[in-house]
């Protein structure tokens, strides 16, 4: 049967094998500017998973392009590195792409030794918390030749293709917008005068690696911000690229200051594709679409409706290096979803360090996780099929042992269930049956509804023990507790509970924060009646949004700490705080619960104390480890390791993991 994402395509003379293509990802993997094995046998990977391009960055044009932990080419020392980057992406069977970018007004000072980050005027980026320098015509003919050189490099190190990025916010786009370019001159002003810059790189760069030489434009389809350039004026700039010289442009969404998701799985697959026909419609060269792609089925949809030439997918790699073979021969059930949490990609940017991935516990460690075959074959007895059990019994199944896992409950997942029932978060829900389904394509044995006791021990006699058994809600030592109207948020979200019109979420850490947004969203719009509203235009769109967000439910969210979602990870937070606002749920920090009454919930704070109206508490004071195995196991005498939240209770992350280094090492 036809498949139009394994279709070949041609930018400029070179031709990519297919239509799925890795965006420029900030990995944090390189040495000062210098690219390391680590990231080489990262993207080596991912070549021999059967992409079809590879684009590597981005890549520093100058020395206040970005910082250290970013891949340097704008010197000709980081040549050497470069070609072993592009010879592993092309002895491995994809085309390599190496994106050239300045950071602008998103680099910080502390990384420029105290020297001040450049853009086309001083405004203040709510990213860094920094004011710029604004920078004089004379630099920017500068910057706009250290594009070139850095292209030459490119070229010379072997790339197939060098992709310019004009687009999120960066130092080109901060060009385009109004919001940050205030300047007078002939780089200032009109939309001719602001785009110069960005066309002056595009024409130098095709004027330094040829006309034969593949060059892709990563542009924004819409900045997302407020003030910012219009949607007309960036259809102009795409067809003038294009008219320049650009092969092709890469259309993404966003600047890193927009308040609107454009990564976490709040966001619908393939939400922003739009973006790309728009822009397709207007031009003459292959478009790329990019967010959110996770899946092939997507993908395909989007390449057959017209949306795009070419597909990015970037996360979606990361979680699963093979996605694209296992698509390309009937193996798509075996794929292992990116789920959009930003756990191990985009938050470990935030604390320096390199790319990880909660779904794929290899990512980033590529030559230090291969599994190698146990000298030693046991017998292993997973106990819980939760995330941990069953990453666990995976990797100890390709050690080669012969692996039981017990789950006492018929469904696998634990609390990956719980966390996919918040709308916006049903990718959690994936997970869950991706690392079932990773349990049978191999050869272990899973039996649901069977709680193991010492008889089962004794039959199966097992060498070692993973206890992966999980954790429980906290019951808190509160006067009132044991109403009838007070209830556990894991209740809620699994659906064993309702709750009333007025609900007080005790607990304002991940639980309470995506139980209350549970809870708010109840009685709102779904999608589907939105859109036939919409399409019938059959009320105002104020009122439209008004239904879309508005339930009948008053949600209050009370915390002891100082500030919500505290467990949760920077990339999703401020999400799930924002979202908060938007559903209209009220919330209360630094306040202490003293008692639950018939009528409410007795507080106190600052404000002094009170009492607030509820029909339903709903308990999200945290878990605590079921692992009441244990001590029969020592008795036993039997070799055991405690996992997961079992042993503590902490992120899916943590969990999958953890489960992965046991069953690899055992």
Not at 338 to 346: L, W
Request: some cysteine; aromatic content about 6%; glycine content about 10%.
């Amino acid at each position: 049967m036809h498949d139009p994402l394994f279709e070949p395509i041609k930018i400029n003379k070179s031709e990519f094998k297919n239509r799925i293509y890795i965006p420029a990802m900030h990995l944090s993997m390189t040495g000062d500017f210098t690219v390391t094995d680590r990231m080489i046998d990262f993207y080596a990977e991912r070549a021999r998973g059967g992409v079809g391009a590879i684009c590597c960055g981005f890549a520093t044009v100058d020395e206040l392009a970005g910082n250290m932990t970013f891949i340097g080419a704008h010197d000709d020392k980081f040549v050497p590195g470069l070609t072993k980057l592009a010879s592993a992406i092309k002895e491995n069977g994809a085309r390599a792409v190496l994106q050239l970018n300045h950071a602008g007004r998103y680099n910080m000072s502390a990384f420029l030794n105290g020297e001040s980050p450049v853009a086309p005027s001083p405004v203040a980026s709510r990213l860094t918390r920094e004011t710029p320098r604004e920078l004089a015509i004379e630099e920017i003919k500068t910057i706009v030749g250290s594009f070139a050189q850095a292209a030459q490099r490119a070229k010379k190190a072997g790339f197939d293709a060098v992709e310019i990025l004009s687009g999120t916010g960066y130092l080109i786009s901060s060009f385009l917008s109004p919001v940050t370019n205030k300047r007078s001159d002939e780089y200032g002003g009109g939309l001719e005068n602001r785009m110069r810059f960005g066309l002056e790189v595009a024409g130098a760069v095709r004027e330094a690696v040829g006309e034969d030489y593949a060059l892709i434009i990563r542009l924004n389809g819409n900045d997302l911000m407020p003030g910012g350039i219009e949607e007309e004026d960036l259809f102009e700039y795409a067809s003038r690229l294009a008219a320049l010289g650009a092969d092709a442009l890469n259309i993404n969404v966003g600047w890193h200051e927009a308040r609107i998701p454009q990564i976490v799985s709040e966001v619908p697959r393939g939400a922003f594709a739009y973006l790309a026909r728009r822009i397709r419609d207007r031009v003459d060269v292959p478009v790329i679409a990019g967010h959110r792609i996770n899946d092939p089925e997507t993908a395909r949809d989007l390449l057959e409706e017209a949306y795009c030439d070419m597909v990015s997918m970037g996360r979606a790699l990361i979680a699963d290096p093979l996605l694209p073979e296992k698509a390309h021969t009937g193996r798509e059930d075996d794929i292992v979803h990116c789920i959009g949490c930003a756990q191990g990609c985009f938050d470990n940017l935030f604390k320096m360090k390199g790319v990880e991935c909660l779904c794929n516990p290899r990512a980033g460690y590529e030559a230090d996780t291969r599994i190698k075959p146990a000298d030693n074959k046991k017998k292993i007895l997973v106990i819980g099929g939760g995330a941990a059990g069953m990453s666990a019994a995976a990797a100890a199944c390709d050690r080669g042992h012969e692996v039981i896992l017990c789950e006492k409950d018929e469904v696998l997942g634990g609390q990956l269930h719980l966390a996919g029932a918040v709308s916006g978060r049903e990718e959690f829900r994936q997970l869950a049956h991706d690392l079932e389904r990773q349990l049978s394509i191999r050869k272990l044995e899973v039996r649901r509804g069977l709680e193991v006791n010492e008889a089962l021990l004794d039959y199966e006699k097992p060498d070692a023990v993973i206890l992966a058994t999980g954790a429980v809600p906290v019951v808190p030592d509160i006067p009132g507790v044991d109403l009838p109207h007070v209830v556990q948020a894991w209740d809620v979200l699994a659906g064993h509970q309702r709750t009333g019109r007025n609900v007080v979420v005790v607990g304002g850490g991940a639980v309470g924060v995506e139980t209350a947004l549970h809870i708010a969203r109840k009685g709102t719009l779904s999608g589907e009646v939105l859109k036939f509203l919409i399409v019938q235009r059959a009320e105002k769109p104020e009122n439209l949004y008004d239904l879309a967000i508005r339930s009948s439910k008053k949600v209050t969210l009370v915390e002891m700490m100082d500030k919500m979602g505290q467990d949760i990870g920077k990339t999703t937070r401020w999400v799930m705080i924002q979202d908060l606002k938007i559903a209209g749920i009220k919330t209360k920090t630094k306040t202490k619960v003293k008692e639950i009454t018939e009528k409410g919930v007795v507080i106190e704070n600052g404000d002094g104390i009170k009492e607030l109206d509820a029909d339903t508490v709903v308990l999200a004071l945290g878990s605590k480890p079921v692992n009441a195995l244990k001590q029969l196991l020592e008795n036993k005498g039997l070799e055991y390791i405690v996992i997961g939240d079992a042993l503590k209770p902490a992120k899916a992350f943590d969990a999958v993991h953890q489960g992965f280094r046991t069953g690899s090492r055992i």
